[in-house]
């Protein structure tokens, strides 16, 4: 079955970059949106941003400034990089598969929490 | 982009049916018919229960409904179960091509 796997540091300096990687095992990579999400301590879910195998992205606006997302067709990953970061940004990340149209989220990694700290 | 609005709290009896809402606006729930909610259990991440308003996945519950009317979609739980403990949120596409996750509610089973 179809499975995602966050990977990346788990502690990041403010002012830095958060960098994390989502492996997906699936035959079908090419097939579909892959996005992320995230999750403060305690909160509601966040829309970070989605990228197609083409490489066509979108980002949630109040994010757009600091996000990129790109991906690696021939290892089966994508990648986020969000810029100047501060302790709003601690939280967990999870990438997800896409559907596409309408954007529902039909498998989820565990998720990997990012903590923003000097 | 603003949150869809959601109750921070349910509650309901096992065997009784509840109802979760989900207000946004004519730029998003009201615009399409990409609705989707989540449940997501303590530590766990979220998963996936309605798609496209009212559309359930394989596998899962046939207790589990969705539907809409205007710019307000609910999500009803029915023969509430001591395992349906747990929170809920809605999401929609929206008028930019981007997604809004809703607050997120806390179904508790008394």
């Known amino acids: 079955q179809v499975q995602l796997q966050e990977s990346g540091p788990g502690l990041v300096k403010p002012s830095g970059t958060l960098s994390l990687t989502c492996t997906v095992s699936?035959?079908?990579?090419?097939?579909?949106?892959w996005s992320w999400i995230r999750q403060p301590p305690g909160k509601g879910l966040e829309w970070i941003g989605h990228i197609y195998h083409s490489g066509n992205t979108n980002y949630n606006p109040s994010l757009n400034r600091r996000v990129s997302i790109s991906i690696d067709t021939s290892k089966n990953e994508f990648s986020l990089n969000l810029r100047s970061v501060t302790a709003a940004d601690t939280a967990t990340y999870y990438c997800?598969?896409?559907?596409?149209?309408?954007?529902?989220?039909?498998?989820w990694g565990k998720g990997t929490f990012v903590t923003v700290s000097s | 982009q603003s949150a869809l609005t959601q109750p921070a709290s349910v509650s309901g009896s096992p065997g009784q049916s509840i109802s979760i809402s989900c207000t946004g606006s004519s730029s998003d729930v009201g615009a399409y018919q990409y609705v989707s909610w989540y449940q997501q259990h303590p530590g766990k991440a979220p998963k996936l229960m309605i798609h496209?308003?009212?559309d359930r996945p394989s596998g899962v519950s046939n207790r589990f409904s969705g539907s809409k009317s205007g710019n307000t979609a609910s999500l009803t739980i029915s023969g509430l179960q001591a395992a349906d403990e747990a929170d809920y949120y809605c999401s929609s596409y929206t008028a930019s091509g981007t997604l809004v996750f809703g607050g997120g509610t806390r179904l508790t089973v008394l």
């Open positions: 699936t035959d079908s990579f090419n097939s579909y949106y």
């Open positions: 496209d308003v009212s």
């Open positions: 997800a598969r896409d559907l596409g149209i309408g954007d529902a989220f039909d498998i």
